[in-house]
């Protein structure tokens, strides 16, 4: 975790991201303390921000990650007829 924001850098509160991703404040925690998204804390007394680059970040990681596994699953319903024809198997004379 940095001790600085980027110069520039956007920051949300956890209650913000929570909303955005539709989870509780204690999952963003959760995810800031995985490394899953980035934060810190600032400000006296030191309060939780996550950088808005994170967030998009980390939105992208699980939409890839839906995408590996929606293929997963298209690959394990597929039968060996699907693949390779529809023919009987031949023997090997």
Do not use: C, H
């Not at 995810?31 to 899953?36: C, E, I, Q, S």
């Not at 950088?51 to 997963?72: C, F, K, N, P």
Request: no cysteine.
């Amino acid at each position: 975790m940095p001790d600085t924001p980027d110069a520039g850098a956007r920051l949300f509160t956890p209650a913000e991201v929570a909303e955005m991703l539709q989870l509780s404040v204690d999952e963003v925690i959760a995810l800031v303390l995985d490394a899953r998204l980035r934060g810190m804390k600032v400000g006296s007394p030191a309060r939780w921000r996550i950088e808005a680059d994170s967030v998009e970040g980390y939105l992208d990681d699980q939409a890839e990650e839906a995408r590996r596994m929606a293929l997963w699953r298209e690959s394990n319903a597929a039968s060996f007829p699907e693949l390779w024809g529809r023919g009987p198997a031949r023997g090997g004379d």
